[in-house]
């Protein structure tokens, strides 16, 4: 059975970090594409950034260039989502999420693509 389960979120403050992690089994790790998603209250949801099976080809948002980096250990079914500089408009509920496709080329950055997610991991930016 798969599952996806997210920690490392809590309340930091601007300018902090935080390091997520989702941990992933009932699935060939290394066959999928990761994704991380978030939003915010009474926001839709919205893509973070994406990592190939390998690590080799990575993509984030606009918004968290430069702050944010997935990263993936494939010998521990983990990926994670390191976040520097963070500010008030990263709070938000992050999701992990693995693609549907196996062996895909490359990332996506469509959450339609992505066909299990975590329950969630609650991250508030705040002084």
């Known amino acids: 059975q798969l599952q996806l389960v997210e920690s490392g979120g809590g309340l930091v403050q601007p300018g902090g970090s935080l390091r997520l992690s989702c941990a992933a089994s009932?699935?060939?790790?290394?066959?999928?594409?990761m994704g991380w998603f978030r939003q915010a209250p009474g926001k839709e949801r919205e893509f973070v950034a994406a990592i190939s099976r390998n690590g080799g080809r990575t993509l984030l948002a606009d918004s968290v260039k430069g702050r944010f980096t997935i990263s993936r250990d494939n010998a521990k079914n983990t990926v994670y989502l390191q976040m520097n500089s963070l500010k008030p408009e990263d709070t938000a509920v992050y999701y992990c999420?693995?693609?549907?496709?196996?062996?895909?080329?490359?990332?996506?950055?469509?959450?339609?693509?992505?066909?299990?997610w975590g329950q969630g991991t609650q991250v508030t930016v705040s002084s």
């Open positions: 009932g699935r060939t790790f290394s066959n999928y594409a």
């Open positions: 999420a693995i693609d549907g496709l196996p062996r895909r080329v490359g990332v996506t950055p469509r959450g339609y693509d992505y066909d299990y």
